[in-house]
């Protein structure tokens, strides 16, 4: 998943984002509001995590500036802010959960999964096709009951192919989820990666649609 970060303090952002792409995240980062402005001009997000003191404004004018558009993008808040009444405020805004810092980075990943799972309509994080079973949220993987390591890029294309089970995911929306802005695409990762899933998964799991991308098969 494609992770837009805004927060303005280099340790935590720093933490966060490196403990994200660990996650198998693609994580761009902004340290302020016009700069989370841009990159939500030129790319999809499927998370953002919000710092509500930013340099140039308030992360809850931001929030509410998304939902006026109908920018139903997931937000997760985090913020120093400990109050009650700053949780209502930011939940009244419009952000999915809220996290007050220090937080445990663990913690925060399975914030992330949750919230994630609410908006693709997966009340379980287990899901099931034939002999594959996957929990996204534990990062557990099966086939035929035999336990399958994956790396974190493993996951993150993974994770694009069962956003949608069995239909068509564009090769540009695998990049999405495997890079963010300022790292360098390689022209043949996602073909890597994919070569990679189907000596682990089964070379008939996952199938090529020449000229346009890739589908999981949900038998």
């Known amino acids: 998943m494609r992770i837009l970060l805004v927060e303005d303090d280099r340790a935590i952002g720093g933490a966060v984002r490196d403990h994200m792409a660990a996650d198998g995240h693609a994580v761009d980062w902004a340290r302020a509001l016009s700069e989370a402005a841009d990159f939500a001009g030129v790319a999809t997000y499927g998370l953002v995590l919000l710092d509500l003191q930013l340099p140039d404004g308030s992360g809850i004018g931001y929030l509410q500036a998304m939902r006026r558009r109908s920018d139903a993008t997931p937000v997760i808040v985090l913020t120093a802010r400990d109050q009650i009444s700053d949780r209502i405020e930011g939940l009244n805004a419009g952000a999915d959960d809220y996290l007050v810092k220090p937080f445990d980075l663990g913690e925060l990943s399975a914030r992330v999964y949750a919230v994630a ?45 069962l956003q949608r089970p069995g239909a068509v995911v564009a090769k ?48």
């Open 117 to 161: 799972r609410r908006y693709e309509q997966r009340p379980s994080p287990m899901s099931v096709y034939g002999g594959l079973q996957v929990n996204l949220a534990e990062r557990r993987i099966s086939v035929d009951g035999a336990q399958l390591e994956l790396t974190s890029r493993e996951w993150a294309v993974l994770e694009r192919l």
């Open 172 to 219: 540009s929306l695998f990049e999405d989820a495997l890079y963010a802005f300022g790292a360098e695409v390689e022209s043949n990762a996602v073909e890597v990666y994919v070569s990679r899933l189907r000596k682990k998964l089964g070379a008939a799991r996952i199938e090529t649609v020449r000229g346009v991308g890739y589908k999981i098969s949900t038998q």
